[in-house]
């Protein structure tokens, strides 16, 4: 028994080995069944992915199919089993394998079995072939990777097409540049945030994959940025909410101490002299006390006489401690309204306000402004932190900070992103010769009637020859303001004519032409 | 004795019977192995084919050969069942006395020839049963033991043929192996006509005795079968019982076999291996055997007759059927 036991253990690591080279192309295969999902998703446009991603699919799921096949428990009955069909024992390895040694037969059964097993090869009976899931892993991986290079390869482009897939996949980083801060938990994201960067970065997918036009991009992003100024707005109308209720709240503070005192407002307006009144109200009250005393201790007073000037002193000691506690509340909060920080504190609240409250009307604080205002925030919640009472007060302008923050993070990067698409967020130097005589020239905001168009006209730019742009006509926000005052504008988009002009991205030919058009629009300041 | 060594004469043993057998019987190469199987497994062979093809001198052949007793009945309709086990007569001594003496019937024999079978009521053919499954006889309230070895070899016509009983389901079951004996092919039938005509009468000599049968049967009990083996088997026995699980059985047969069946075909299995000069039983060997121990234990369906299916045909189905479910289990 033991030659059986010592040649099937033989047999076991062979019997590994097949199971780990079969476990490889089963592996491969499920691997290559997932790729080809992905790829059709990534077709599709629902889930995007990468050669990276394609690649790991099928080399993890052959190494886990190796793995696990190495690994799988090879039963020593199973074995023989299997032994006794692969080279034909007629079924006498089983038998042995089960033999209680008790039968007239069964050490011959045994002897039978250990003899013909000496000749066994492993190899022989468990050759290393390919298999029909080999073939079918070697199929599958082939159909992964020939749908995803026919979703993602640009061979079977024009060059056009190829030109304009270059420059969006260009643009898309950009794109996930806008997408990031907003996601960032300092800005404090909202759900509706979330949603807005989520949708941006599924626009920076399509993009990168060239799986939308330059049109369908600008279209696309013009929606975003008309979503992100609309969150900011809201966030803007929020931060200027909250800093009002701090403002409120504070106000309700020192006004309910003011009426615990038995003070006005006139009279802590009006510190000094309140103080020194109450001082005076205070000695002579105390004169009452040490006189009423005096007299208690007198002898031959009645009885009614001791109660009537006992009642009178308590009531004296009592008026001279509220008079005592008016004097701390006001000196409390002379204090505090004369402290330097507090009076910095109270302006930041009421920048922060206005700021916000112009946001509202679309001019929004900067990032740096608001950085500078949380920075300053900062600073005096370090100098203040022992006042309690000024605690709420600056978390709450934190809070709405953070709000104005998360509010501008998104909607200028997104302008700007649409300014670099040539799209309705600035005119790009692609468009700078479309409908000029329609330009405003007027300085004040004021309504345009105009509905938003696109079209897309071919052109020369450089030496480069022909390209194709798109052209989208009509007013920053449809049927709303127009935002920005044409003044505003008009020296940032000389500017970049005259630059692209310097590094020769203009024909020879039209660079005049450019010239003139700014000349005309600023009224013959130009360059 | 050794393993090997009570292989071996096994073998030899059974060679020599075949070959004597051989000398008389022209061909039949598998009706003999098959009788010479249900000897050595202590069963009874059922024998179905035309009249004149030799089975009568193949049971006088056989007991000649291993030394036994032999006896014939002729079965028909008119024959009744004390003509088979015999019967109490009166009888009087040299005294005078009177008394009931049990006469033994030709049963009463080591091979007993039951020829043509179905052509006896079932109230006759029954009369077997008790003998074959018991090896007593009951008459008049007393049973009376048969001596071993006891084998019963029946024949019988097509059952087609006009003036013919169907044997019951539970006598064909007490049957070790239905044979199906063929006819003779051109050169065996000349053989055969030579041998016949001519002067010279073939003898039958005897290479066995009652010893050796009896050492047969225990040599073949000693196999070794293997338990997924015995599980193919037990799969062919189960795939013959109309079940939902067995389309085919469900749609062919009408009963399937019985656990009796099972037996037959590991101890034919069994007898196989040693022919083969194992020890232990093979797939193979079952496969071989299935047919002959379970053609006469299945009953078609009216279905499968209609379509003009024998039952190897069913059972060729349901055996292919188990072959393709019988996986290796290590599959690289």
């Known amino acids: ?527 | 004795m050794t393993a090997e060594q009570s292989s071996e004469w096994f073998r030899s043993k059974f060679e020599e019977i075949r070959t004597a057998i051989g000398g008389v019987i022209v061909g039949q190469r598998e009706v003999v192995e098959g009788v010479l199987m249900g000897l050595a497994a202590n069963g009874h062979v059922l024998l179905e084919g035309m009249p004149g093809l030799g089975k009568t001198l193949l049971v006088r052949s056989l007991a000649q050969a291993v030394d036994l007793s032999s006896g014939r009945i002729q079965f028909t309709p008119d024959l009744m069942p004390a003509d088979v086990t015999g019967t109490n007569i009166l009888s009087q001594s040299d005294s005078g006395e009177r008394r009931f003496e049990f006469r033994r019937g030709p049963i009463f024999t080591n091979v007993l020839l039951a020829d043509e079978i179905n052509r006896a009521t079932p109230k006759t053919q029954s009369a077997l049963l008790e003998a074959m499954q018991e090896r007593f006889v009951t008459a008049a309230g007393i049973r009376h033991q048969l001596e071993e070895p006891f084998m019963v070899m029946a024949t019988q016509n097509p059952i087609e043929q006009e003036g013919t009983y169907p044997l019951p389901e539970a006598q064909l079951d007490r049957f070790f192996l239905k044979l199906i004996v063929p006819y003779p092919s051109r050169e065996e039938l000349a053989n055969i006509v030579t041998r016949t005509t001519g002067s010279e009468m073939q003898s039958v000599p005897s290479v066995a005795n009652r010893e050796d049968v009896l050492r047969m049967r225990d040599i073949v009990r000693e196999v070794a079968v293997a338990q997924n083996v015995l599980d193919f088997a037990l799969s062919i026995v189960l795939s013959t019982q109309p079940h939902p699980e067995n389309p085919i059985a469900m749609r062919c047969l009408r009963y399937g076999s019985s656990p009796r069946g099972a037996q037959s075909v590991v101890t034919a299995a069994k007898i196989y291996a040693l022919l083969d000069g194992r020890y232990n039983v093979a797939k193979e060997d079952i496969l071989r055997a299935s047919k002959a121990s379970l053609r006469h234990r299945i009953g078609l369906s009216f279905e499968a007759e209609a379509d003009a299916m024998s039952a190897d045909t069913v059972l060729d189905r349901v055996i292919e059927n188990v072959q393709q479910a019988d996986k290796d289990p290590i599959s690289v």
């Open chain 1, 1 to 527: 028994m033991k030659g059986i036991d010592d040649k099937l253990k033989k047999l076991t690591r062979r019997v590994r080995l097949a199971k780990a080279v079969r476990g490889v192309a089963i592996g491969a295969l499920f691997g290559a069944a997932i790729a080809v999902v992905l790829a059709v998703l990534d077709r599709l446009g629902v889930y995007y992915t990468n050669w990276p991603v394609i690649i790991a699919c099928c080399a993890g799921g052959s190494l886990l199919g190796f793995v696990i096949g190495f690994a799988l428990k090879v039963s020593r009955l199973d074995l023989a089993d299997s032994v006794d069909r692969r080279l034909g024992f007629k079924n006498r390895l089983r038998t042995a394998l089960e033999s209680r040694g008790e039968g007239e037969f069964d050490q011959a059964v045994l002897a039978d079995a250990e003899a013909r097993l000496e000749g066994a090869n492993g190899r022989t009976a468990f050759p290393l072939k390919f298999s029909k899931w080999h073939a079918g892993a070697v199929f599958g991986v082939a159909i992964a990777a020939t749908l995803f290079l026919l979703s993602n390869s640009p061979i079977f482009l024009s060059d056009e097409a190829k030109k304009e897939r270059a420059e969006l996949q260009k643009t898309a980083d950009q794109v996930r540049r806008v997408a990031k801060p907003i996601l960032d938990p300092k800005n404090n994201p909202g759900e509706l945030e979330r949603e807005l960067a989520e949708r941006l970065e599924k626009l920076a997918k399509d993009m990168e994959k060239g799986r939308m036009t330059k049109k369908e991009a600008l279209i696309k992003a013009n929606e975003l940025s008309k979503t992100a100024d609309e969150l900011a707005k809201n966030r803007m109308a929020n931060a200027e909410k909250m800093t009002l209720d701090a403002q409120t709240a504070l106000e309700r503070m020192t006004k309910e101490q003011l009426e615990k005192a038995g003070l006005t407002e006139e009279d802590l307006a009006n510190a000094k002299q309140t103080k020194e009144r109450l001082t005076a109200k205070e000695n002579a009250l105390q004169s009452e006390i040490d006189k009423l005393k005096k007299e208690l201790e007198k002898t031959g007073l009645s009885g009614a006489e001791r109660n009537q000037l006992e009642s009178e002193l308590k009531q004296a000691q009592k008026d001279q401690l509220d008079i005592k506690l008016s004097k701390e509340v006001l000196e409390f909060l002379d204090r505090l309204h004369n402290m330097p920080e507090f009076k910095e504190l109270m302006e930041l609240a009421s920048k922060l306000q206005q700021s916000a409250g112009e946001a509202k009307e679309g001019k929004q604080p900067t990032q740096e402004e608001i950085d500078e205002m949380i920075k300053q925030l900062e600073e005096l919640a370090e100098k203040l932190k022992d006042e309690e009472s000024l605690r709420e007060f600056i978390e709450q302008l934190k809070k709405a900070l953070a709000e104005c923050k998360g509010g501008t993070c998104s909607s200028p990067a997104l302008i700007a992103l649409l300014s670099m698409l040539g799209g309705n967020g600035g005119r790009s130097q692609d468009n700078f010769y479309s409908g000029t005589d329609q330009v405003n020239k007027n300085k004040d905001e004021q309504d345009i009637k105009a509905t938003t168009e696109s079209h897309a006209v071919r052109g020369e730019r450089a030496e480069q020859g022909e390209e194709t742009h798109i052209e989208i006509s009509g007013p920053s926000s449809p049927g709303e303001r127009s935002k920005t005052p044409y003044t505003n504008v008009l020296p940032k988009y000389q500017k970049s004519a005259e630059r692209a002009i310097d590094r020769q991205k203009i024909p020879k030919s039209q660079q005049k032409r450019v010239r003139e058009y700014f000349e005309s629009l600023s009224g013959g300041k130009g360059k």
